[in-house]
Structures are given as C-alpha cells and as structure tokens.
C-alpha cells in the first residue's frame, strides 16, 4: 500500500498500481466499443530555447491508458488522489498535445 492507500492489484497478469486501476483496465478490456487499449501510454513534456527554437525534454506524462471510442482516441487517468505535479503536468499536455485528459 502506498502513501494514498493504493493497493497494487494484479489482473491478467499486469501489475496496476490500484484497485481502482484494475477495476477500470476491466471495464475498459471487456468493452466491445473500446479499440485499441493502450496501457501507460507516455508523452515527453518539452520545452523551447526562445533563441534558438531548440526542443528539449525536462519529463514525460504517463497516463493509465489510450483508447480508441466510436473514432476518438481517448486519454484516461484513473485518479485518487490528484497531486499538484499531475496537475501541472496535465496542463503541459494540453499545451503540447492540446490533450484533455479523461479522469476517472
């Protein structure tokens, strides 16, 4: 168990972090509408050199998963607990990707 009570939960074979994880990785699996389940999809956060326009990574983003519903590729965090760091990251990712991430 971690800080946040999370309890690591196992379901065909992969380790969630939470039960409430594991919980949505089944919803998700036995959804016929869902396509193309993804697990811990990552996103760089990058930031430009105003000079000289050069890209660098300071950090990446992973989400829970990615999916495809009804057309419309879907990012999904199941969340307790919602820290400032995801916060901050969540409005990085919008910035770059112009993203919405789903919370569940």
């Known amino acids: 168990m971690n800080k946040y009570r999370a309890k690591k939960t196992e379901v065909d074979g992969i380790l969630f972090d939470s039960r409430k994880e594991a919980a949505r990785y089944r919803v998700l699996r036995d959804d016929p509408n869902i396509k193309d389940l993804e697990l811990q999809p990552k996103f760089d956060l ?29 990012i999904e965090d199941v969340k307790g607990v919602k820290t400032s760091v995801y916060n901050l990251k969540k409005r990085i990712i919008k910035g770059i990707y112009n993203i919405d991430i789903k919370e569940t």
């Not at 000079?51 to 057309?71: H, M, P, S």
Request: proline share 0%.
């Open 46 to 74: 990058l930031v430009t050199n105003l000079e000289t326009g050069e890209k660098k990574k300071v950090g990446f983003y992973k989400a829970d998963f990615r999916y495809t519903l009804n057309g419309e590729v879907i």
